[in-house]
Each structure stands twice: as structure tokens, then as C-alpha cells.
Nanobody
Framework: QLQLVESGGGLVQPGGSLRLSCASS???????IGWFRQAPGKEREGVSC????????NYADSVKGRFTISRDNAKNTVYLQMNSLKPEDTAVYYC???????????????????WGKGTLVTVSS
């Protein structure tokens, strides 16, 4: 049983940075965690995933080199550091948890059992 809560969203200018947090009321130690986003009028997109140990990560091509996912299992928290933000990064960002690691398939979101309610990121001048 997990409850996931995202935080850290807000309004930033292009080129700026934000760090999103995904906190769990339960234990995330044995779960893979993914970040997903959905922009207005577009389908959900997998952004990044991290395995339970933190030893494996996966990124969408659109964010590779700009975003970094990490986790602190002692704090039951997963982070998404977002740098060099672009207007096309504007979306509601969700974190989700899966009981197994499926590699790149994690980015599909289909294996996720628990979802947070999201936090809005707006990149605009």
C-alpha cells in the first residue's frame, strides 16, 4: 500500500531549473519509480524511471542530458532534477510506482500500480 505525493512544480522561465519530489507515505524501497507528464492536448509521456536500488535508470530522448532522476530510499523520496527547461516541458508531472523493473518498458506506465495526483510545471516567459 503506497500513497505518492508530488511537489516542487511551479512557473519558471525557459532555461531555468526545478527539482520535483515524489514522497511516499509507505515504503518505496522495493518499487521502481517513474516520472510521467501530460501536456494539454497531448498523450501521457514517460519521462524517466529508476529501479528500486537506483542502479538502473531510463530517460525519454526528449529530456536526456537535461533531467536527472535519483532516489533516497531512507527518506522514501524520489527526485527529478530538471535543468535547461523548455516551453515544451510544460505539463502536469506525475510519479508512479511499479513492483517490478521492466527496463525501458517502465516509460510506458502500463506496469505502474500506484499514481500520485500530479504537480504542474509551467515554462514560460
Amino acid at each position: 500500500q503506497l500513497q505518492l505525493v508530488e511537489s516542487g512544480g511551479g512557473l519558471v522561465q525557459p532555461g531555468g531549473s526545478l527539482r520535483l519530489s515524489c514522497a511516499s507515505s509507505g515504503f518505496t524501497l522495493d518499487y521502481a519509480i517513474g516520472w510521467f507528464r501530460q501536456a494539454p492536448g497531448k498523450e501521457r509521456e514517460g519521462v524517466s524511471c529508476i529501479s528500486s536500488s537506483g542502479g538502473s535508470t531510463n530517460y525519454a530522448d526528449s529530456v536526456k542530458g537535461r533531467f536527472t532522476i535519483s532516489r533516497d530510499n531512507a527518506k522514501n523520496t524520489v527526485y527529478l532534477q530538471m535543468n535547461s527547461l523548455k516551453p515544451e516541458d510544460t505539463a502536469v508531472y506525475y510519479c508512479a510506482a511499479a513492483p517490478f523493473w521492466y527496463g525501458s518498458r517502465c516509460l510506458s506506465g502500463y506496469d505502474m500500480t500506484y499514481w500520485g495526483k500530479g504537480t504542474l510545471v509551467t515554462v514560460s516567459s
